[in-house]
């Protein structure tokens, strides 16, 4: 199965998560130095490294530690960049990763485009997020 047929049939994550931020995700494969982050133990998670192991971007494990991740992992790739060569990232995380790193990201210069998905036990909480952070243009 090629890529956009992929994509299209919502095999890696269904559309509810995918939402808003699909789009971005599918055009992932198009920009320079995308990183992914997953949640393997999610139910899409398999599904979400399979996608970026096919584009062949640099995947990283959310773990335990999100903010863990954050400083000792992803910080010292951005710092080796420029702003113009700034890696985006995408992802799919628990929803509490997921406000950490948002956190982290928007102070680091990122915009954040995100959708979660519905935990089946409860209609007003979020089971995980599928995001996309890119770096805000400079003016």
């Known amino acids: 199965m090629d890529r956009r047929t992929f994509m299209m049939s919502g095999a890696w994550l269904s559309s509810a998560a995918a939402g808003a931020a699909w789009p971005s995700l599918a055009n992932a494969d198009a920009r320079p130095n995308t990183l992914a982050i997953v949640d393997t133990t999610l139910t899409h998670g398999p599904a979400f490294a399979e996608y970026a192991n096919r584009l062949k971007l640099p995947l990283f494990d959310a773990g335990d530690?999100?903010?863990?991740l954050w400083y000792t992992t992803l910080v010292p790739l951005l710092d080796r960049t420029s702003l113009r060569t700034q890696p985006s990232l995408i992802g799919l995380t628990r929803a509490s990763d997921y406000f950490v790193l948002k956190?982290?990201?928007t102070g680091a210069?990122?915009?954040c485009e995100a959708h979660g998905g519905k935990n089946k036990a409860s209609t007003s909480q979020f089971s995980h997020v599928?995001?996309?952070f890119t770096v805000r243009p400079q003016r």
């Open 103 to 105: 956190q982290l990201a």
């Open 109 to 111: 210069g990122y915009r």
């Open 65 to 68: 530690d999100i903010g863990a």
């Open 130 to 132: 599928a995001f996309v």
